[in-house]
């Protein structure tokens, strides 16, 4: 069930944004709607309630059979499930998981690829990722596997312990073969040890590999402006006037190796897989622009705590239905492009039906987001964002006194993403760890009984937090570095 929400932008332009109810308010909303406010799509088996659908009040006395709302969209696994009481109102989550189903035009489009784990027609968002590893250590990190046994590989028992510096747990099961896993140990455990010595059959970005990608992918069609941009305009998509930005080389490879496990993608299947796996991109419209400026509304603390204040569920349900209403606003997409645990936070407050659609009227109408300079004079690329304001109200954070006279401390739920970003829990795609750590996180949050419950920390505190294991750190930091150095000599800057 949805309902529509009337926003006014920050240049007083009145829109309204598609908002889906949770499921306690489903009740009350077909007691206060009448008919003529209601309108049922049979085919997405959707309701709609705005007080501004069109209808008469005698609609009422025709004769009504009925409808007993489908409990099929319950079936979908629900984070939030058990971390509280079900009939307990006291305990009605601030993360109400959104429907995270693709636009019309974009499932028109998901049609067209083949059944492949790169990109799929997804309807529910499960997160189940005991499958992906094959997929991310090809995707990431340029892995091939091996055609036939490969020497100096190392133990079998390695292999546990790789699953980890990738970021999945240890009882994560995978059908491949010995040989397979002995060939990846090894490839990882190169890796951490430098950029040289990664066998070549097994590396993509080795030009003597049978599967190189000097010779599968044609870099031409990339574009970099700028250090740290990189623009793709092609396989050009009928449904969306944007282009895709990529400001890391590591996750521009990313792309390329998805590309060409698939020729029938487009840029917007694209950006729907990598919304979907919480990997940061931009939707980049070019504009002439006369006078742009960055946007700039710094934090602006609305509540503060005592120093002697207790946090508990309360304070966190409050605080998530406040980042709730940012995420509503036109630019509320810009939570979602930018990934990691700012994405994932997104995921569960908000809507992504908005995502693929492009720069909000906040850039369009107002010039109001994040721009970057262009090859072309008096023309920027425009796309939303976050202001520091914005990034600490999605993070729930508050001003907390210290007890020395006026000093104050700043204190969040969440870490920030600049935290998080570099942190042993950033693998640049949303892996089984980073989730078995979200619900750890916010289970501790619901269960006020339990010894290590979770309360908001300082940054310094969330940077020990999610400093994660050093061999994850370094394996990533060794993959970009490799990344930057391919992709600087196949795409120079100008």
């Not at 499960?126 to 997929?135: G, L, N, P, V």
């Not at 190796?257 to 950006?271: F, Y």
């Not at 569960?348 to 492009?358: F, K, N």
Request: hydrophobic letters at 35%.
């Amino acid at each position: 069930m949805f309902t529509w929400n009337k926003i006014v932008s920050s240049g007083g332009r009145i829109i309204f944004m598609r908002v889906r109810a949770t499921k306690r308010e489903h009740q009350d909303l077909l007691e206060r709607y009448p008919l003529h406010q209601r309108c049922y799509n049979a085919f997405e088996n959707e309701w709609d309630f705005f007080e501004g659908f069109g209808g008469e009040d005698d609609a009422e006395k025709e004769e009504y059979a009925g409808y007993m709302h489908s409990d099929s969209e319950d079936e979908e696994i629900e984070f939030s499930e058990g971390l509280w009481d079900e009939d307990d109102p006291s305990h009605e989550p601030a993360f109400s998981p959104a429907s995270p189903e693709p636009t019309p035009t974009l499932a028109d489009e998901l049609e067209l690829l083949p059944a492949t784990p790169e990109v799929a027609p997804v309807v529910e968002h499960t997160w189940q990722f005991s499958d992906d590893i094959f997929k991310r250590m090809t995707l990431t990190y340029g892995f091939c596997p091996p055609a036939g046994p490969v020497p100096a590989v190392p133990p079998l028992q390695a292999w546990d312990q790789v699953k980890g510096i990738l970021g999945f747990m240890p009882e994560t099961q995978l059908p491949w073969s010995d040989n397979e896993k002995r060939c990846a140990a090894g490839f990882i455990q190169q890796l951490l040890q430098g950029l040289n010595g990664l066998p070549a059959s097994l590396d993509d970005l080795n030009d003597l590999s049978p599967s190189a990608l000097t010779t599968a992918f044609n870099f031409s069609i990339i574009q970099c402006p700028l250090r740290n941009l990189y623009i793709l305009d092609t396989p050009q998509s009928p449904s969306c006037s944007w282009s895709l930005g990529l400001e890391s080389a590591a996750s521009l490879l990313y792309v390329c190796r998805l590309l060409i496990a698939n020729s029938t993608h487009t840029i917007l299947t694209v950006a729907h897989h990598l919304v979907k796996n919480n990997i940061p991109f931009r939707t980049l419209l070019l504009r002439q622009s006369l006078n742009p400026r960055r946007l700039d509304k710094p934090f602006a603390p609305r509540s503060y705590r005592r120093n002697d204040h207790v946090f508990d569920s309360k304070d966190f349900e409050s605080a998530m239905m406040e980042a709730r209403e940012r995420l509503v606003r036109p630019f509320g997409r810009a939570a979602f492009l930018r990934g990691g645990i700012l994405g994932r936070i997104a995921q569960e407050l908000g809507s992504m039906e908005a995502v693929l659609d492009g720069p909000s009227l906040e850039v369009t109408e107002h010039e109001s987001g994040h721009f970057f300079a262009s090859a072309h004079p008096g023309s920027f690329y425009w796309d939303d964002e976050l202001s520091e304001d914005d990034v600490a109200c999605l993070c729930g954070t508050y001003r907390m006194y210290t007890g020395r006279g006026e000093q104050t401390k700043v204190v969040s739920w969440f870490p920030y993403p600049e935290d998080w970003e570099g942190s042993g829990h950033d693998w640049m795609v949303w892996t089984e760890r980073d989730e078995w750590w979200f619900k750890t996180h916010l289970t501790l949050i619901w269960n006020p009984g339990q010894q290590k419950t979770r309360t908001p920390m300082t940054r310094q505190e969330w940077r020990a937090a999610v400093r994660g294991v050093g061999r994850s750190r370094k394996v990533v930091r060794m993959n970009n570095e490799r990344a930057e150095r391919y992709v600087d000599a196949k795409v120079p800057v100008p």
